[in-house]
């Protein structure tokens, strides 16, 4: 599943779509195909793993999934979702994703104080929120897109190795400064992520996610299928601790 940096690379690479007007629309997508036909586009954006094509009367979101692809003036072998045609033969092809119309203004329709690569990324606010779920795991607050719109599986195991927060300590136990780490280094791994990725160099910068021997401990890492998303985690025993309610906390 792309995760939000990756995201913000397509609405980047589809920038010069902004300001052209949809001249066909197709796909297998429950959208009202007609309604797209002469509409101008305003603005390629992201929220999270979001994709949104803003238009004045209406706008697209497109979620890729697990699977979801997208093609710039190409097509795959395969049937898009929505296939959008510009002037001069140049199109936007868009498949195996969930596609949504979104009738209210974007700046409405969602909360970018919640997204970590958004100018309007609020920390406060997202510590406010973990503060009133004490009892959620650190794994599913990471990636809880109401409070990290954006972080996905990579960016969590990275993010927790990076703080030293075990995968399940309960957020409402994390001492302040640790709260207040996890909650800075989400934004600040995205942004390390949006720019390895544009420079193809994301993986070789793991330090936790696929990783089999902890770098700080050198010794095999713990993996397994953590919180009630049960994505893989990848963690140290060692030297990430798990904070829990209690005299434990205290450690
Ligand atoms: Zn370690």
Same mark, same amino acid.
């Given at each position: 599943m792309p995760e939000g940096p990756s995201i913000l690379i397509a609405a980047q690479t589809m920038g010069g779509f902004a300001g052209q007007k949809i001249l066909r629309a197709s796909g297998s997508a429950p959208l009202d195909m007609a309604a797209l036909v002469g509409q101008r586009i305003l603005a390629l954006r992201s929220w999270g793993k979001h994709l949104l094509i803003e238009m004045p009367r209406f706008s697209v979101r497109i979620h890729f999934l697990m699977f979801g692809s997208w093609r710039m003036n190409e097509r795959k072998d395969a049937e898009p979702k929505l296939s959008l045609g510009f002037a001069g033969g140049q199109e936007l092809n868009f498949y195996t994703c969930a596609v949504k119309r979104v009738d209210a203004p974007l700046d409405q329709a969602? =909360?970018? %104080? *919640? =997204? @970590? #690569? %958004? =100018?309007?990324?609020d920390a406060a606010a997202a510590r406010r929120k973990l503060r009133l779920t004490p009892q959620m795991l650190a794994c599913d607050a990471l990636l809880d897109q109401s409070i990290f %719109? $954006? @972080? $996905?599986n990579i960016i969590k195991n990275e993010v927790l190795f990076r703080t030293q927060i075990h995968p399940l300590s309960q957020v409402g136990a994390l001492p302040p400064a640790r709260l207040r780490a996890l909650v800075d280094d989400a934004r600040q791994y995205s942004f390390h992520f949006l720019a390895w990725k544009k420079a193809g @160099?994301?993986?070789?910068?793991? #330090? *936790?996610?696929? +990783?089999?021997? /902890?770098? +700080? /401990?050198v010794i095999p890492f713990s993996k397994a299928h953590l919180g009630k998303t049960r994505r893989r985690s990848f963690f140290c025993a060692y030297c990430q601790h798990n904070y829990q309610p209690g005299p434990a906390a205290q450690a």
């Amino acid at each position: 599943m792309p995760e939000g940096p990756s995201i913000l690379i397509a609405a980047q690479t589809m920038g010069g779509f902004a300001g052209q007007k949809i001249l066909r629309a197709s796909g297998s997508a429950p959208l009202d195909m007609a309604a797209l036909v002469g509409q101008r586009i305003l603005a390629l954006r992201s929220w999270g793993k979001h994709l949104l094509i803003e238009m004045p009367r209406f706008s697209v979101r497109i979620h890729f999934l697990m699977f979801g692809s997208w093609r710039m003036n190409e097509r795959k072998d395969a049937e898009p979702k929505l296939s959008l045609g510009f002037a001069g033969g140049q199109e936007l092809n868009f498949y195996t994703c969930a596609v949504k119309r979104v009738d209210a203004p974007l700046d409405q329709a969602y =909360d970018w %104080s *919640a =997204d @970590v #690569l %958004s =100018d309007h990324w609020d920390a406060a606010a997202a510590r406010r929120k973990l503060r009133l779920t004490p009892q959620m795991l650190a794994c599913d607050a990471l990636l809880d897109q109401s409070i990290f %719109s $954006g @972080v $996905g599986n990579i960016i969590k195991n990275e993010v927790l190795f990076r703080t030293q927060i075990h995968p399940l300590s309960q957020v409402g136990a994390l001492p302040p400064a640790r709260l207040r780490a996890l909650v800075d280094d989400a934004r600040q791994y995205s942004f390390h992520f949006l720019a390895w990725k544009k420079a193809g @160099v994301l993986k070789r910068h793991w #330090l *936790a996610h696929t +990783r089999e021997i /902890c770098p +700080r /401990c050198v010794i095999p890492f713990s993996k397994a299928h953590l919180g009630k998303t049960r994505r893989r985690s990848f963690f140290c025993a060692y030297c990430q601790h798990n904070y829990q309610p209690g005299p434990a906390a205290q450690a």
